[in-house]
């Protein structure tokens, strides 16, 4: 009889986690779908829908194929990435208020656009060479932090691993202003950047990005299981034959990676892996099974409507999407510090 009760329980689990994620995917469609219509030229569903079945007018085919879909999409994967990668850093630092710029590698990323736009130096030419200097020095920041926490036996403390990330992020910022110091007129392109935004998107920046983020992402939620025993405590998942330190060490740097590349092309977009996380959390619960794919529809989903708002609050300009998730983003981390100050009864 216990058997089969556990088997209906777990049955009743996997149809409700199957009902959530069918729901927030479909939640993403539509979101995609409206969002595409909405702009300085207003474009019905029916329209949208015609254009993607081949109709529609030259002009409608050119704003909705190259210029708001791919805009939309990137932001979708960009939501995700960061989604996902704040998921994972709260499980491995067993916090919820640690971010995917926790290890200061949103800095190290900035350092590198910074030596891109204004010095010229690059790994890869043309409209490459900002997001791959991004990229590189997200993974050098990353190496760097892991380093300089590392013990002599090979074990890497999570305290040490999060004072290091906030060192080495605050002598990157360091850098960055004094770039910023020298920029001369590459001044404004510089803080646009790190203001984080999706404008002049094209079809190859998601050609770029998506296999690093699904890459990282399957890396994530295959370690899920192992994530939610170390959510338990080091000491319990060390008795039950985990390599502890091997495990969270890959976890950074799937997290670094999703990161990385949703970086490389937005600029620096803050709070979407503190706030959708967490938010997701309270519907799903901890398990990570189930938390990994719904962070990323949400981030995802989060991020359209975040975008979409970006465009519309001063149209025909437009803000930085990162001003707007700041905004909306930091009175909840408050909330979080003040939720956590009255658990933890400070």
Not at 34 to 43: K, P
Not at 157 to 178: K, M, R
Not at 195 to 207: E, N
């Amino acid at each position: 009889m216990a058997t089969v009760d556990v088997a209906s329980l777990q049955k009743k689990k996997y149809s409700r986690w199957g009902a959530i994620i069918g729901g927030l995917a479909i939640a993403l469609f539509l979101s995609i779908v409206v969002c595409i219509g909405i702009g300085s030229v207003s474009i019905s569903v029916e329209r949208i829908i015609e254009v993607f079945l081949g109709g529609g007018t030259r002009g409608e085919r050119q704003i909705i194929m190259n210029i708001r879909l791919p805009r939309i999409l990137l932001g979708a994967l960009v939501g995700a990435a960061l989604a996902v990668a704040g998921a994972a850093m709260q499980g491995v630092f067993r916090n919820p208020m640690a971010s995917p710029y926790v290890l200061g590698i949103s800095s190290g990323a900035s350092f590198g656009a910074a030596l891109a736009m204004i010095i010229g130096i690059s790994w890869l030419p043309g409209k490459f060479s900002i997001a791959s200097m991004a990229f590189i020095f997200c993974f050098l920041t990353l190496f760097l932090v892991y380093s300089i926490a590392r013990t002599k036996g090979g074990y890497v403390p999570v305290e040490t691993l999060l004072l290091a990330g906030i060192a080495v992020g605050a002598f990157f910022n360091a850098l960055v202003s004094l770039m910023q110091y020298f920029a001369g007129e590459n001044l404004a392109g510089i803080i646009f950047w790190m203001m984080g935004g999706l404008s002049s998107t094209k079809w190859d920046d998601l050609l770029v990005i998506l296999p690093m983020i699904i890459l990282g992402t399957s890396v994530i939620w295959a370690l899920s299981r192992d994530l939610n025993t170390m959510m338990v405590g080091e000491e319990h998942a060390l008795h039950l034959g985990l390599n502890v330190n091997n495990i969270r060490v890959i976890i950074l740097l799937a997290a670094s990676l999703v990161t990385a590349a949703a970086v490389s092309v937005s600029g620096i977009i803050g709070f979407v892996g503190l706030v959708v996380p967490h938010v997701i959390r309270l519907l799903v619960g901890p398990d990570h099974r189930i938390l990994i794919p719904a962070s990323m529809l949400g981030g995802a989903i989060f991020m359209v409507w975040m975008d979409t708002l970006a465009r519309m609050v001063i149209a025909p300009a437009e803000l930085p999407v990162g001003i707007i998730t700041a905004l909306l983003g930091a009175p909840f981390f408050i909330y979080l510090i003040i939720s956590r100050r009255r658990k933890m009864g400070w």
